[in-house]
């Protein structure tokens, strides 16, 4: 018997909201991306004077924490897709919060909702990485047209 797609969740954030989605590693930013991501931010929000912006990560440890702190420092407001895996949890707070997913569905699903993908990742290239996830998932919907 043929597996079941899990059905497709809606997305999380206002339309209209350009929706910046975020992965990284587990181990958290390097000085050099949180700086590099922290003027970016301000770059975005100067770029589109007239969109709302909204953050949008998984939650995990490490660096989804630091850029949700890095929005919240900017009075951007940012939505959450967690994992069901309690333990990958950061404990991020938000006004919206989708319900928890399995990892690489959830990555999908933030790839899915993203205008805008930025990935900081450990370097060192596991492909176990969510952040190489979340990359391979957003060259896969790039390659196939999809633009938001």
């Known amino acids: 018997m043929g597996r079941t797609r899990p059905a497709k969740a809606p ?26 991501l922290d003027a970016l931010l301000g770059e975005l929000a100067a770029d589109h004077p007239t969109r709302t912006l909204r953050g949008l990560h998984g939650d995990c440890v490490g660096a989804d924490a630091g850029f949700d702190a890095l929005c919240k420092r900017r009075s951007i407001a ?3 897709r967690p994992a069901s895996i309690p333990g990958m ?3 991020c707070d938000s006004e919206a ?5 399995a990892p690489l569905v959830r990555n999908r699903e933030i790839v899915a909702d993203a205008d805008l993908l930025i990935a900081c990742p450990s370097g060192r290239g596991r492909r ?6 979340g990359r391979r998932s ?9 633009s938001s």
Request: hydrophobic share 45%.
């Open 11 to 36: 997305r999380v954030h206002p339309e209209g909201a350009l929706v910046i989605a975020f992965t990284g590693a587990r181990g958290g930013m390097t000085a050099a991306q949180e700086s590099a």
């Open 78 to 80: 940012v939505a959450i």
């Open 89 to 91: 949890r950061a404990g």
């Open 97 to 101: 919060i989708a319900e928890p997913r």
């Open 128 to 133: 176990s990485d969510g952040a190489a996830c």
């Open 138 to 146: 957003g060259r896969c919907a790039a390659r196939a047209g999809r």
